[in-house]
């Protein structure tokens, strides 16, 4: 009664917010505009801090916001080439695997979505964005043949 007088709100209303906020809320929760992140994503470990939570969820804003300006597939490309949902960056192999492409119009499509985002000026962005982004040489991309 105290907390519904101190926000105006009915002796009801603040029972069912309280009933709300004491039930258990799954890991698997998705968090933001897509489905592809989720709570469990933004909680590493014991001590992690809430600015560390905010500061993960603004720059996954940031990083779709950026990625937005890419066509579907080319989004999809990049974030399975560098790992940007799971962690995990993908070869080319795995990528064409996925899409039933090539290798070689994985690294077309790559390579046109990395232009697009030089040209918009988005490229240092997501590079700031990623600090543990994946640089190192794929060693698909000295094959220059496909299977």
């Known amino acids: 009664d105290e907390i519904g007088d101190a926000l105006t709100l009915a002796p009801d209303r603040v029972n069912e917010i309280m009933r709300v906020a004491m039930e258990p809320i799954s890991l698997e929760t998705p968090v933001g505009d897509k489905d592809s992140a989720q709570l469990q994503d933004f909680i590493h470990a014991q001590g992690t801090s809430a600015d560390d939570v905010a500061e993960n969820l603004i720059r996954r ?87």
């Open 61 to 147: 804003e940031q990083l779709d916001t950026v990625l937005a300006t890419l066509t579907e597939r080319e989004q999809e490309v990049v974030r399975m080439r560098y790992g940007l949902d799971d962690g995990s960056p993908r070869t080319l192999e795995e990528v064409g695997t996925f899409f039933q492409v090539t290798r070689e119009r994985v690294r077309q499509i790559e390579l046109r979505a990395i232009k697009k985002l030089r040209r918009l000026g988005s490229l240092d962005d997501i590079e700031n964005l990623i600090p543990t982004a994946a640089t190192e040489d794929d060693p698909d991309d000295d094959l220059e043949t496909d299977k």
